[in-house]
């Protein structure tokens, strides 16, 4: 049995005694390209990961909801399904789960409650979705316990995005639900963030992806990404377009004083990285990894300079990276900015030069090695047998 699916079993157990009715599972992801476009209606290219958050739960008969979190310490939470569903006083991994709920009962969940227990191995405050995880896998495992056959994994990853939205306060797009309720193994998806279409497109099975935590804090980053949100909306609005999607090059390039050389950069990163991600997806497709290591860089370029979400150790380990790589495949920042982490696509056969690589020449601003994952692309959510 998976380690991780043991330990949450023995969390299950210990604070509720017994076994669950059904273990769920969600992973965390990497986005290959297309960075701050989702909210903007356009590309994307993630892919799912090999680290997952897992979800037991069995139903109670009365209407109150028991969670326990093995990754916070066996901390817990206690709240009823009888009434409105209110945050957690201290907010934090509570209040994700209780926007899930919340978000549950208003798509029609009965007020029946639920013993849960949390446990994960996505890394957390990494960039890596790991409270997309978490919520897609807990809306997984209540849809199966009360039989939501009208909420296939779209609506799941959308009701997801709504608890981050509307209950936690994030105002974050849809791309790492989707990918969390949807990946599938050896791939990246190729999501279309306005019509949540996704294409398939296959990793070439001699590369792999490599996440490099760089170990920056990503302090700033709540603030920031609501402020890169009103800014392309900003841009939109001038711009006379519903969304960023609808925008050109061409449109910037005529546009009038009244559009701020600030905001027009915004812009600019959104328009060319959406025509990036689709390349991209191309460019993998076709197995053209000089390509895709190209447009990569172009898009870690077109964050540091015009979407200015980059910090300057971030930029050093990419441009470590890109020289340890060399010319097929490629590295650049990936989520939501100001920290986090790197991805990069490399031949397998240069895995261990490239870690060595990294974990001698790269230390963050206060003096840490990064942290090197081999990946596998990974499927999306599912039940755990
Ligand atoms: C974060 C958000 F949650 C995503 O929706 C996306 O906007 C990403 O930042 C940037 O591409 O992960």
Not at 12 to 18: I, K, M, V, Y
Not at 268 to 280: D, G
């Amino acid at each position: 049995m998976h380690e991780l699916q043991q330990h949450v079993l023995d969390t299950f157990r210990a604070a509720f005694g017994g076994a669950p009715a059904l273990v769920a599972r969600s992973p965390g992801r990497v986005n290959l390209i297309g960075e701050h476009t989702d909210y903007n209606d356009g590309f994307v290219l993630p892919c799912a990961i090999d680290f997952d958050t897992m979800v037991a739960v069995s139903p109670r008969d009365d209407a109150e909801v028991h969670v326990v979190a093995a990754d916070f310490a066996g901390d817990t939470d206690r709240f009823s399904l009888a009434g409105a569903i209110g945050h957690h006083p201290h907010g934090g991994w509570a209040d994700y789960v209780r926007g899930v709920l919340a978000m549950l009962r208003e798509a029609g969940m009965p007020a029946t409650g639920a013993n849960i227990a949390l446990a994960g191995n996505v890394p957390r405050g990494a960039g890596l979705s790991s409270s997309a995880s978490l919520e897609v896998a807990l809306a997984l495992a209540l849809r199966h316990l009360h039989r939501l056959e009208h909420l296939d994994n779209t609506a799941l990853a959308l009701l997801a995005q709504r608890a981050e939205n509307s209950f936690v306060g994030c105002n974050c797009g849809i791309m790492d639900q989707l990918i969390s309720a949807r990946g599938v193994a050896g791939h990246a998806l190729l999501i279309d963030c306005r019509t949540l279409a996704a294409t398939a497109v296959e990793i070439p099975a001699s590369f792999v992806v490599m996440i490099i935590e760089s170990r920056v804090k990503r302090g700033l980053v709540d603030s920031e990404y609501n402020l890169r949100r009103q800014q392309c909306e900003t841009a939109a609005r001038v711009l006379g377009v519903a969304k960023l999607r609808d925008a050109s090059l061409a449109m910037l390039a005529t546009a009038g004083p009244e559009l701020d050389p600030l905001i027009l950069r915004r812009a600019r990163h959104i328009i060319s990285e959406n025509a990036r991600t689709v390349r991209a997806a191309e460019a993998l497709a076709a197995g053209n990894m000089r390509r895709m290591g190209q447009l990569m860089a172009a898009s870690h370029a077109s964050m540091r300079d015009d979407f200015s979400i980059t910090v300057p150790a971030i930029d050093q380990l990419v441009a470590l990276l890109q020289v340890a790589i060399g010319a097929e495949g490629g590295a650049r920042m990936t989520g939501g900015g100001f920290g986090g982490c790197v991805v990069a696509l490399m031949r397998a056969s240069q895995v261990d030069a490239v870690r060595a690589h990294v974990l001698q020449h790269y230390r963050s601003p206060d003096g840490q090695a990064a942290i090197v994952h081999v990946c596998q692309a990974g499927a999306g959510a599912g039940l755990v047998d």
